[in-house]
């Protein structure tokens, strides 16, 4: 797959700083991993002090690169100031909300409605926030970019991973609306819908699948797509499935409906190139 940003001008775009909410493990670790590989400093944020720090260490003495970590739980009710605090003095260019839980997965009725509110929490209030606090900062700066992590199953609803599910869908719409927002302001927004990542979490949900990607490929091939559309769907396999739930071309249908809002807020409307699902296949 052809990136649009490659080398400097990846650098240029998306550095010298990359901020990851829940950059700790799983396939946030695997972004981080790629960014410190072509010289992006790193802030990490996740809960377990030791976890990040560990990350971290590994980073700093494998790439080179400054790491910084901020311990922050993302469904705190100081979420904003914590991360203004850890950015102030950096000049952030990317920006990627990766943490999101499918712990706890399930009947709807067999957990209390506060167990799925802190599933929105997690996966809904915090990529709202933080792409709103660094989407200012990036559209004011006029070039960057942001990751949103969502999920295949954000495509359809399903017992069992009812609200997992339905939280995913808030995150892909998201960013579809931000990419035609932010677009024309410079700032390029990928909703990334994994399929199954062998991640120690998703081995011990699901105990594991051999058709599980590789986080890395997951992070290299989301990184290669910046740029280029509003959603992406690692792994070819995870493209052909998302194609046939998903038939109707998803951008002239975003550009349609931001032509009409456009028009009844009095607001510009911009045209914008991409590529639907990154299906290039
Ligand atoms: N793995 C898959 O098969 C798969 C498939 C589709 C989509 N996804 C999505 O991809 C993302 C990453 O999945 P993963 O399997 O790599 O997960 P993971 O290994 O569990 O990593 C999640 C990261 O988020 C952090 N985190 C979790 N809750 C947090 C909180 N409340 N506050 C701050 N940080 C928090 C974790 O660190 P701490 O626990 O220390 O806070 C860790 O750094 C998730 O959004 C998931 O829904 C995964």
């Given at each position: 797959m052809d990136a649009r940003y490659e080398g400097e001008a990846f650098i240029n775009r998306f550095g010298p700083w990359a901020a990851i909410?829940?950059?700790?493990?799983g396939i946030g670790r695997a972004f981080a991993e790629v960014l410190a590989e072509r010289g992006l400093h790193l802030l990490l944020i996740a809960r377990d002090e030791s976890k990040l720090e560990g990350t971290a260490d590994a980073l700093r003495s494998t790439h080179g690169v400054e790491v910084r970590t901020a311990s922050i739980d993302?469904?705190?009710?100081?979420l904003e100031q914590g991360v203004a605090a850890a950015l102030d003095g950096l000049d952030l260019g990317l920006f990627i909300y990766n943490a999101g839980s499918g712990r706890?997965?399930?009947?709807?009725?067999?957990?209390?409605?506060s167990h799925w509110l802190h599933q929105m929490d997690l996966s809904c209030r915090g990529p709202l926030l933080l792409s709103h606090q660094v989407g200012r900062t990036l559209c004011a700066r006029g070039r960057g970019g942001i990751v949103i992590m969502s999920s295949l199953s954000s495509l359809c609803g399903s017992a069992y991973t009812t609200t997992y599910a339905a939280s995913k869908a808030f995150d892909t719409i998201l960013a579809e609306g931000l990419w035609q927002e932010f677009g024309p302001k410079g700032v390029d927004v990928v909703g990334c819908l994994a399929g199954?990542?062998?991640?120690e979490t998703f081995r011990e949900d699901t105990?594991?699948?051999?058709d599980a990607m590789d986080p890395r490929d997951v992070a290299v091939e989301t990184l290669a797509f910046?740029?280029?559309?509003?959603t992406f769907v690692p792994g070819a396999a995870n493209r052909a499935g998302a194609k046939a739930m998903w038939p109707v071309p998803r951008i002239p249908l975003i550009q349609a409906l931001s032509r009409v809002n456009a028009e009844n807020f009095g607001l510009p409307y911009h045209e914008l190139e991409g590529e639907e699902f990154g299906i290039l296949d």
């Open positions: 909410a829940g950059g700790s493990d993302l469904t705190g009710a100081d706890g997965m399930g009947p709807f009725l067999e957990s209390d409605a199954s990542t062998d991640t105990g594991g699948s051999p910046l740029g280029r559309g509003p």
